[in-house]
């Protein structure tokens, strides 16, 4: 926290760090703006094709102005996975207060008829997953985030009354796949829509815990 200044002729002057926080209250608006625009280029013609230019126009900024802040769209893409996934993880352990039947319909809900589950949203994950394969940054968040997520379910079945599974890790791991799977299915596969993946993860997750 910015000091009191006590001095009369201090309170005169525009202070310093006021004015910094000014600067960085700017910058990070500018930054959001990058950020949108980056998953609107995605959201439009994927990230393969999306161009700083792209990005730039998009924020209302040149491309050599977007560089002050980020060192080209991979680093944007980079910080603002990050952000994703935080804001994800935070998301699910609001749910962890919850018992585990209400845990797996919150987390159901939220994965498949929220905002995350959006048939857009999908298709920015996996284009974020896509770029990982060849983005160190990008592939060790996403590898903290699975992660993360495994422990999370992993800690529900632990609650369970009696799980499928030899263990509340393997059962993790199968339904963390199950999750990322049935995503994946609603973005490519015309057969199936989030409420066809929302039915099956939801009764598959609760057959797994015992709760069926």
Not at 61 to 83: D, R, T, V
Not at 89 to 95: G, P, R
């Amino acid at each position: 926290m910015t000091n009191v200044i006590e001095s009369r002729a201090m309170s005169k002057a525009k202070p310093k760090r006021t004015a910094g926080k000014r600067r960085d209250s700017r910058g990070d608006q500018r930054r959001r703006k990058i950020f949108k625009s980056l998953h609107d280029c995605i959201l439009a013609q994927g990230y393969v094709k999306t161009t700083l230019a792209d990005i730039a126009a998009g924020a209302d900024m040149s491309a050599s102005h977007l560089l002050y802040y980020f060192n080209g769209k991979e680093a944007i893409l980079e910080q603002y996975f990050a952000n994703v996934s935080v804001r994800f993880l935070e998301k699910i352990e609001e749910f962890s207060h919850q018992e585990p039947l209400e845990q797996i319909h919150s987390l159901t809900d939220f994965w498949f008829r929220g905002e995350a589950g959006a048939v857009k949203e999908i298709g920015f994950m996996l284009e974020c997953f896509g770029a990982a394969v060849n983005d160190d940054v990008l592939k060790v968040t996403k590898a903290d985030f699975d992660t993360r997520c495994k422990a999370y379910l992993a800690n529900i079945f632990d609650d369970c009354p009696g799980i499928f599974m030899s263990s509340s890790k393997d059962a993790a791991e199968i339904v963390y796949g199950l999750m990322i799977g049935l995503r994946s299915a609603v973005y490519f596969d015309s057969d199936i829509d989030l409420e066809d993946a929302h039915r099956l993860f939801l009764g598959s997750t609760l057959r797994m815990g015992g709760l069926d």
